[in-house]
């Protein structure tokens, strides 16, 4: 990292600073400027964090050099990952993008949620997600039905023979949870829940991680990082919007442009939700090609077999009928796509 | 709440609206126009929420009218909530505002933490503030010393007589932890985290709900809500910066206004916290005093017995001589506030 | 509009707000209700603006219903705008896609210019973008060689058979510059300068209106109006990126779903400029691609002879043999996306 | 400046850009290392600016270490810009804080506003402030009286011995303008519009320039360069608001810890205005007191004799009785802050 003195910082206080670096292992390249003073240091962040320094007195400001995710970079590992469920599907590197489909929250009833499964099968999805806790804003809005969503999930994923995908909120709850999934979710609310990134490391089933209303591109990582750390190396990201001064037209801006960046900067693969990231129907369409395009490894819609009925989410989810007509036209899009790109 | 119809929305649609209103018991007006049909619903939100409407068919919005939160709101209860602890210090209302601080992460040393305690104490502090549990956006970063802080914290708080707040990460510490505390806090990035909240609304110690950088007020009051709706009255907010386009100079951006206007709307205490709010020592003395001439019931103030080697955030703790000056300074001042406004 | 009064408002002033509304000519329906009171009202807004209604003591809020924009609007105007050029060349409706390209800033040698019009020809480009006045965040940046540069973009233009298209900062400069160009470029921040928007509304030249780093989509709108609203239906949208919290890997973020947006409430073409929009070169192309699917008209981009010796925007511009490239691809991605989308 | 190379540049592509700055005068240090490469270069950044050196090949970042506006910042000129007009009125240093006030737009009845004038009078202000411009988001909405709005102006600040400040919307104007006003002020939407900065940077008049909706401080204080460079040394900054996530209670969120970070890093005085920054009457007195205690140089306030029959920004607005009440508040405020702070 480099460390830049401020513009009246004395030499005493630079030299403090070069000691400390030193007795830390670090190596050490600097000069003691007129103008100004910088310090180039090399050495394990993992002691000394660019925080500890800018403690210092008569420091403007610590610049890393490399980026502070590890586990997550493409620096340490230049091939894609590719995670393979056991009925080989698999998401990341060269295969087609897959498609996680279903009701933001399962309902009471089997069959609608069945139907649903049905249709994402017919399709051509590969994952049935459905939400059993419901991260909700009011405390008077319906917060989901739980073990019983859970279980209605996996037998409809096993009568389609879809993969399941469900949100885990809490630590606490994984016991009962894990084994109902095939992925787990972790929400954007929760993106910087560190006891829950750590939980969710210390399992074997891959994880979702949605990017945070504020998450900058940099701190994302650093919370897959953390999943990583804790021993799981299977987090699949997921774009769904982050928070601008427009709200207008659209619930969120979709940061299309983060999935080449991630790409490039992360071997992990990335997933685009257009239902979360626009709120509105016939942005889902669109919002799913523009995220193929630029190399998402696949797609996470809301689809509701009732959707003026919906428990939740219902202005975004598509009916099932609306469903079948844009996946006709994505899946044709995207093996167009294919060829091109 | 008001249902706005599209520009083309039918008049079946429109009337599949009010049907289903009127099924569910809500009072309707409403005047299906050429331009435009608005439908004005007055009933229990409780039951059918403004997005279960924006679901149907044709709807193009549907706009709240009386705030979402309940038991957060001014119009529910219109005095301020005053907090009263067992040593007779008392948050909100008319009462003069607190002192919170400490360190952003208790240490090792046990001498250290009273050191800042002792100062605390000396300039009229009333609680001892300080991290067990840290959450880091690396995972490189130091965690924190869980309850070994703890203990340390509520050593230190009998010692020299000071109330002791500590952040809670995770609802399954909450039993370990809530006799070391008189204070709850949860984080920012904890926010929307709905099942600490729940948790912590089933405790009887006070909790400081810190507003999340990308919370807007209502989603904020809401939160609020959460802890509110499930038995703890006691919620204090905390001011401590949003995520704005520019960090160069300031870490957050400080929402001040959001200060008299959540004592409009809520009877709920807030405090301000300009260390996390701006990140920089030099800010801390004047956004201080900027929260409290709007009205805030206290503040929040990281000091660490030598910054230049703090375990986190040493860049915007002041060090103990620092405060003391600091404090002495906006001892005068609130005072002298507190003749005029 | 709704005017939805506040909860406490007396009914005195509710009537006063009835009163002024019908001595206005609008229409008024609404209900005086204990809980709270709303009045619909459908007139003409040209007279009595929102902002008016909004300060009435015990008013809450106005909302809206129809978009403030008329002109700009699908409302008025069901079909796409087309705009049609001396040569032939369409840009909106159903035509194919249009490329803008060249330099960030004209400079002094006419060769090196000409070097990059033949390859913007070449590729199948329409126009030859070149900035003539340039603004410059510092006063000691490169400001443009001003009507020299015109010259030179007039004549590579005649040369190879392109459409020129250059940047107006002031409206002085009209009368000089108008006929060097065939489009007249207003920058992202002039979205608001209203006197320059209402010089462009009152030429024969069509006008690209570039989206503002903090507009929302309804001010872009309302911007397109006011040059419309002085006479010229010409303008073209330009989505070039927002500003957003994270600015470490891109300059802005694209707002992509902005284009379906306003495909949806307007009938006006818009542009896709990525080189803006990311800052980077190797996003140039996907986000191209991006805004191409989700409907775009057209794709501008930034190129030059010699990007590391360029006088503006070196970083974002693609050299020529690259430019060549990511055309080839571009072309033939277009020409699939057609087919199918 | 700092140019840090990409992870895998090459020792040709770092010695070219290496040269390329000794070249230019430039004094050079570097370490072409292992792990990342650095580039430490000392010279005059208006030949060379970051963006050109950013530009070359294998170049990952360039990190300035002084800040880009030089005659705005206090590294040149250490103490206070004091502002002194004709009639002995002073902004800045440690002057007591102005207070400038009027309506938002001067409208047809010169008694009105005349009355307005008087209560500033009254009050104790010193400036006299009115729109003549209107910058209006929609085409429809009153855009001002123009000159006669001016004479009015002028007339009314003689007759009550005020200053005289209005909006200058375009270059053109600036000849008529000039002699009706004492402060010609730049409004935020063309804080960046850089030939109306450079045209009142040729006269000698001093300038009030507001902050952006989505202006960084950094871009601000270059705006007021813009100015400076062009030889008006008299800029009076104003913070007004900036745009964020969160516009449901204010129109904007003030960032009022900007006041005392530009106060530390330049020497130009600065202005706080509570009626743009949040939009609300009831805001305008607390937010007030909390620009002038981080040090605000002065107030700007709207008001009107009849805000609910105001033609522009009547909500935000106070009556005349209301401004008397809070002025007289803000003075004893203001009084007792100058005593202790």
Redesign the interface.
């Known amino acids: 990292m ?1 460390i ?1 003195m401020e ?1 009246r910082a004395t030499e005493a206080q630079s030299q ?1 600073v070069i000691d400390f670096l030193k007795s830390n292992g670090f190596q050490v ?1 600097y ?1 003691i ?1 007129e ?2 003073t ?1 310090i ?1 240091a ?1 050495g394990d ?2 002691t000394i ?1 660019p ?2 320094l ?4 008569g420091v403007k400001e610590v ?1 890393i ?2 980026e ?2 590890r586990l997550a970079s493409r ?1 340490r590992k230049k091939e894609d990952t590719v995670i393979t469920f056991s009925n080989g599907v698999k998401i990341g590197g060269n295969n087609p993008p897959v498609l996680m489909a279903g009701p933001c929250s399962v309902e009471d009833n089997y069959d609608n949620l069945l139907q649903v499964a049905t249709a994402v099968k017919e399709v051509g999805g590969q994952f049935l997600r459905g939400g059993a806790f419901k ?9 989901g039905y739980e073990e019983k969503a859970l279980k209605h999930l996996k037998r409809a994923g096993e009568e389609t023979g879809l993969l399941v995908v469900s949100e885990l ?4 709850d994984l016991p009962m949870m894990i084994d109902y999934v095939d992925v787990l979710q972790i929400g954007a ?2 993106v ?5 990134l750590k939980a969710v490391g210390k399992v074997d089933k891959p994880v979702i991680l949605k990017r ?3 998450s ?4 994302y990582l ?2 897959a ?2 999943i990583m ?2 021993g799981n190396p299977n987090v699949i990201l997921c774009e769904r919007g ?9 619930r969120n ?9 991630i790409k ?2 992360s071997h992990l693969p990335i997933i685009v939700d257009p239902s979360h ?2 709120g509105q129907k ?2 889902i369409e ?2 799913a ?2 995220g193929l ?3 998402a490894d696949g797609v996470m819609i809301e689809v509701h077999h009732d ?9 975004q ?1 598509l009916s099932i009928p609306m469903f079948k007509e844009v996946m006709t ?1 994505l899946n ?2 995207s093996n ?2 294919r ?3």
Request: hydrophobic share 40%; aromatic share 10%; charged share 25%.
């Open positions: 480099i830049i513009h403090k390249r000069n400027g103008v100004h910088v180039d090399i962040k993992t964090t925080g500890r800018a403690a210092f007195d610049k050099i490399r502070p995710f620096d991260p909700r804003t009011s405390p008077y809005d319906f917060q909120m809490d630590a606490s609310r929760n910087q829940n560190f006891k829950l945070g209303l504020a900058t591109i940099r701190e650093l919370a990082e953390h750390y804790n982050i928070r601008s001064f427009d709200s207008a037209f659209t801006v979709m940061d299309i442009a983060s999935i080449p960046v490039k900067y990231g626009t016939y942005l669109p919002m090609k523009a395009v630029v190399g959707p003026e009925n919906a428990l939740s989410d219902g202005k989810s036209r044709e899009f167009l796509v060829q091109v790109v």
